[in-house]
């Protein structure tokens, strides 16, 4: 996406420091496909009601009000570990014990005393949430209620009470999205993303085009499928702001006429001259990084390899495996 003003409170190479920041963000595709969190940034206390085809959902928010797409952060820290566990072959638990400050840099947040504090209000948002729906994880079909996650409690804390450490236990519904790999690799700097709307279109996008020349859909659906409950026109009007700011990672909008929008990826410039490789290496890639774009994949490691010199490879199916690896720790 380059830069483009979004904020990076942490530098890039502090993420490395820890393999808990390797792994890559994942996001569970029944939460990118249907409008579970809130867009708003003030407390939403209404219920929303949502039916798209066959796919039926109540969220019930607490007097906390509903849990926002920036709450989500956690969950998608969660989601990202557990999967770095299971790649890795280590067995997983829907209870999880996780550092706070470590939190905080992978989902771009600041580490303020403050920060702190909204980060127990999203604990608090996500725990209170109710879902009732018939939305399929893991291929299980079953229509019931439960909260975005079934419970959290401060672990440690320091000598002046900020949180150290917390455990987290998903619902059931989540677990089983992890547990049958039903989620797609989302882009680093989604964490830089301010704007609800912003991230909620760039996780449609990342959904429904994926590695697709373009994706179309109109104003009305999008709207749908975002959760927005503002006005036609103010809807509009914030899309086309988001179009002219062009910030999304990985995907450009485009308005066409007859309210119709075009999503389409944006593609690294390939070298002619660039290695060839093997479909079969690319369904090796498929298999190491689950959920992944691995066209996407080609396309950005062919690009690294003409920014590095276009170095001489003696085998360049096995050098991309090995990034690929490296690259989704």
Known sequence: MGDLGLPQRHPVGDLFLCDVFDAMPKDDLASMEHPIFSLSTRPDRQVLRYRHNDAEVEVTPSVKGRATIHDKDILIFCVSQLMAALNAGREVA???????HDLLIATNR?????????????FERLAGTRITTNIATGETE????????????IVRRSRGGRMISVSVTLSDWLFRAVLSKSVLTLSRDYFRLRRPLERRIYELARKHCGR?????????????KAGSTSP???????????????????????????????VAPRRAKVPP??????????????????GADVYALEAEWKAWWAETGRPRLGAPDRAFLAWVEKRRR
């Open 110 to 122: 600041e580490t303020s005393g403050d920060a702190y504090r909204r980060l127990r209000e999203s």
């Open 94 to 100: 829907r209870t999880l014990r996780l550092k706070v």
């Open 142 to 153: 079953t229509t019931s209620g439960f909260g975005l996650i079934e419970s959290w409690e």
């Open 212 to 224: 697709q020349p373009e994706w179309r859909i109109s104003l009305e659906v999008l709207q749908k």
């Open 232 to 262: 036609r026109r103010v809807f509009r009007a914030m899309l086309r702001t988001i179009i002219e700011a062009d910030q999304l990672p990985d995907y450009r909008i485009e308005e066409l006429g007859g309210d119709l929008l075009r």
């Open 273 to 290: 001259e660039a290695p060839h490789l093997s479909p079969e290496t690319l369904e090796a890639a498929r298999a190491l990084a689950p």
